[in-house]
């Protein structure tokens, strides 16, 4: 079974640029994760859907972060204009469904750089 | 205070030592709670549920006391494949999967 698929790995860009990630969830997961770890912290929530539902985007810096799943399927995240504190691994995650196992199947992370 | 704290350590044993690492979290309503492992610039993955009547998988044991809200992981005869960060990580969204993930506790296995 494929696992969950992220793109790009890596990104450097500069501060007040743009940058978009992509993620495609284990097939017939319908709950989706995007996390935030910067260095040497834990993965912090950022959003969560459920199909193409939010659920949960109380954590996401609105004025520059964006998230939209709009099939239902795979998801992007967008950061515009990206901030040197924004440097930091993307990591997508998905889980079957909402429920109350706290098995989440992470990709491999996009790892950004803010210059 | 933060939701869930954990010591970042790092913790450098011995290969064969027992080494335990505790959590604690803030919001007493939390329903479930896990271990998570996240090797060196590698996605985390889930290492165990914690049960109220505290499970074991191997050489490793979690314990959860909801009265005093941590939980615990020990790690008996210690290998060096064991190295990582565990990361602690707490449910606190009512039926759903609202999980709030801890700094991480670093464990090092030296020979």
């Known amino acids: 079974e494929a696992g969950v698929a992220q793109s790009p790995r890596y990104k450097i860009i500069e501060k007040r640029q743009s940058v978009a990630f992509w993620c495609n969830p284990i097939s017939g997961h319908a709950t989706l994760y995007w996390y935030q770890q910067i260095l040497g912290q834990g993965p912090k929530l950022l959003i969560q859907f459920q199909n193409n539902g939010v659920v949960d985007d109380s954590q996401l810096p609105k004025d520059r972060f964006s998230a939209e799943r709009l099939k239902g399927v795979d998801s992007t995240l967008k950061i515009q204009p990206a901030k040197l504190e924004d440097s930091a691994v993307y990591l997508c995650a998905s889980s079957l469904r909402q429920q109350n196992t706290g098995e989440l199947f992470f990709g491999e992370g996009s790892r950004l750089t803010v210059l | 205070r933060k939701e869930v704290e954990q010591d970042p350590g790092p913790f450098n044993v011995p290969e064969g030592a027992t080494v335990a690492f505790n959590c604690t979290y803030s919001?007493?309503?939390?329903?479930?709670f896990f271990w998570y492992r996240q090797d060196c610039r590698k996605e985390p993955k889930l290492l165990m549920s914690v049960y109220s009547s505290g499970n074991e998988d191997g050489r490793f044991t979690a314990q959860l006391n909801r009265a005093s809200q941590y939980i615990s992981l020990l790690i008996r005869d210690s290998k060096l494949s064991d190295s990582a960060t565990y990361l602690c990580?707490?449910?606190?969204?009512?039926?759903?999967?609202?999980?709030?993930f801890g700094t991480g506790t670093q464990l090092k296995v030296e020979l």
């Open positions: 919001n007493s309503a939390s329903q479930s």
């Open positions: 990580v707490v449910n606190t969204g009512g039926g759903g999967n609202k999980l709030t």
